[in-house]
């Protein structure tokens, strides 16, 4: 289920697409105040990437 709002998701694990494709699965590090914009954190050979739904992606909740 896509979450709309971004605003709690920082500690969460997450899957990040883009026009419905998965594109990065991780734990959330930071969201803006303005819950527009996410860093997903650096894991293993993945660097620390933000995301912004301006650029339309939408993010889904994974099980922990």
């Known amino acids: 289920m ?4 971004w605003k709690d998701l920082q500690g969460r694990q997450v899957l990040i697409r883009k026009d419905g494709t998965p594109v990065r699965a991780g734990r959330v590090e930071e969201v803006t105040p303005a819950a527009d914009v996410l860093w997903v954190e650096h894991h293993g050979g993945n660097p620390r990437q ?3 739904k301006a650029e339309g992606y939408s993010v889904e909740l994974l099980p922990i």
């Open 2 to 5: 896509t979450i709309e709002c």
């Open 50 to 52: 933000l995301f912004e």
